[in-house]
């Protein structure tokens, strides 16, 4: 009773704003009592409203209460200080409504810190102390504070369910497997328990493998989200100059034009006026001789008039010889800029439908790549994609090789796998300019690229590389090359190698294979029309394990 009365003390001298034994403590008009820095800081922030309150009642005060020393309770906490007692605990220690309360605290019970399974009880830090300090409780299990102790008890018995019915699949008491359960499959709960630990370990492992893969996926998708970021910005900037440059281009060609037609403007009027001033000349020279004429016809002394005649009729007809020619016009330079125009719109118009979003390439023709190090400036990463996968190919190396096994890896149904022929599709989409190699272990693959919608069950034509008109397929055997496409197949004769490079030029509809050695040859080359993204492709054969393996170009 005496420790519950000091206790009721330590709450009646502590602060309500810090939770702490109260400093220089001081009482307001409605009798609280706070720490004088405390409720100075509480007022401070109230200064700019029109009211007080107290932090406890909610009192109002129209005017700043004024702060009474309270002498009795400074004291108080000084003679308890003497004492080495310290403040009531914090409010957060005691338990609220969602917590579990300890079921020994008396008057306002504090937070539980554990709970025993065999006292089937819940004790905060002070209680706890026994089974910490007494061998009676050295065998009691304790756990996290838990509210479901009483799920614990055998509501038949009353006693302490320590056994398991696998049978029932429920939890009993010794006494229930003497009886109802007695012949059905029992054990102890702690044997249930080491046999579903170890399950769930399996379960736990599975599901961190799992997360693992998704943290790989998710990584993926972040490096294609950045892959098209870069891309997008890069296009951008690309097509941005090629117009800038196209432009500059046709701004040049417009001013030459323009020089080019003012300058013959300048030329050809510079020979009208020419001729035009002589003419003029030849007219004023023309009025002269007219007027002596016409005096000298009205002449009427008949010797004077003969003596002048023959030295005025006489004309000088050297400017008769000048004869107007068509001169040059500029028709023609319309009709050419027009005919520039038109194929201008025809080549954007055309090949504006090339450009989307998930394939952009310059408008204009380009050369194809010559050397290796052009081709790898294309180079992309390319990953199979497991989904697609027959059941008897093995992909490994971080998605990059296929091996052809009698041992059917564990793969689940999935849609777009391919069941009859031992294919596999890349998981990366083809559109712009691509280049890949790919590398045999001197057996046969066909090395290929098809669309999505190609079909993946049964064996029929429809599904093998090559055989329709959805895919393209290299066959590269020990003896040779052989070019698929439609069921149609074309001798290919080139120099024999394990690697083979591919390259792509989607817009173009360019398709070409090489065989890369010490040197790199061109094997064959498809002009087409593709009018789907392409996904590469592969189908080793052969014995002994064949397989093909996508390179890691540098």
């Keep these: 009773m005496a420790q519950k009365g000091v206790q009721l003390d330590q709450e009646t001298i502590s602060c309500s704003i810090c939770l702490d034994l109260l400093k220089d403590p ?39 209460p004024v702060l009474l020393k309270s002498t009795m309770l400074a004291e108080l906490v000084e003679e308890l200080k003497k004492t080495g007692l310290q403040a009531a605990p914090a409010a957060h220690c005691y338990a609220g409504p969602e917590d579990v309360a300890c079921d020994f605290c008396s008057g306002r019970k504090l937070k539980a810190f554990k709970s025993c399974l065999q006292c089937l009880a819940s004790y905060c830090e002070e209680h706890l102390q026994p089974h910490y300090e007494s061998p009676i409780f050295k065998k009691h299990k304790l756990v996290e504070p838990s509210k479901k102790l009483q799920e614990n008890i055998c509501s038949r018995h009353d006693e302490v369910m320590k056994m398991f019915c696998r049978t029932d699949r429920q939890s009993i008491c ?43 996926d998710v990584k993926l998708l972040q490096q294609e989200l950045e892959a098209i970021n870069h891309s997008a910005d890069k296009a951008v900037e690309d097509s941005e100059k090629m117009f800038t440059e196209m ?17 013959q403007q300048e030329s050809e009027v510079r020979g009208v006026k020419e001729v035009e001033e002589k003419l003029q000349q030849e007219i004023r020279e023309l009025k002269r001789k007219d007027a002596e004429l016409k005096k000298l016809s009205h002449t009427e002394d008949h010797n ?51 450009v989307s979003l998930t394939e952009v390439d310059v408008l204009l023709p380009t050369a194809e790549p010559k050397t290796r190090a052009e081709f790898l400036q294309y180079s992309c990463e390319i990953t199979l994609d497991p989904n697609t996968a027959h059941k008897q190919l093995l992909i490994s190396k ?51 690229v098809s669309y999505k919608n190609i079909s993946r069950v049964g064996r029929s034509e429809d599904c093998r590389f090559g055989s329709n ?21 074309t001798a290919v004769s080139g120099p024999q190698s394990s690697r083979i490079g591919v390259y792509l030029d989607h817009s173009a509809g360019i398709l070409s294979f090489y065989s890369i050695s010490e040197t790199m040859t061109l094997l064959h080359r498809v002009q087409t029309t593709f009018t789907q993204p392409l996904y590469a492709g592969v189908r080793p054969y052969g014995t002994h394990r064949p397989s093909a393996e996508f390179c890691e170009l540098k």
């Design 26 to 64: 001081v009482t307001i008009p409605c009798g609280h009592s706070y720490c004088m820095d405390c409720i100075k800081t509480h007022f401070d922030g109230e200064d700019q409203k029109p009211i007080y309150s107290c932090p406890q009642c909610r009192k109002d005060f129209a005017l700043r």
């Design 247 to 263: 432009i500059r281009l046709m701004e040049k060609r417009n001013s030459e034009v323009k020089q080019q037609v003012r300058s």
């Design 469 to 489: 008109n959805k895919s393209w397929s290299l066959d590269c055997s020990t003896e040779g090359y052989t070019f698929w496409f439609n069921k149609v197949q």
């Design 174 to 216: 010794y006494l229930c497997s003497m009886e109802e359960h007695k012949a059905h499959d029992t054990v102890s709960a702690a044997a249930e328990r080491s046999e579903r630990q170890k399950e769930l370990e399996v379960s736990r492992l599975n599901i961190q493998q799992r997360i693992q893969g998704r943290e790989k």
């Design 304 to 354: 004077q008039f003969l003596h002048s005649y023959p030295s005025l009729s006489a004309l000088n007809t050297s400017t008769s010889s000048i004869q107007i020619r068509p001169r040059r016009r500029f028709d023609h330079v319309t009709a050419v800029v027009s005919r520039v125009r038109d194929k201008l719109q025809d080549v954007l118009r055309d090949k504006w439908t090339d």
């Design 398 to 448: 971080e998605n990059r090789k296929v091996t052809f096994t009698s041992q059917q890896p564990t793969y689940s149904h999935h849609p777009d796998r391919f069941t009859g022929y031992k294919q596999v599709l890349s998981r990366e989409s083809l559109t712009g300019r691509c280049y890949w190699e790919v590398e045999r272990n001197r057996r046969g693959v066909f090395i290929a």
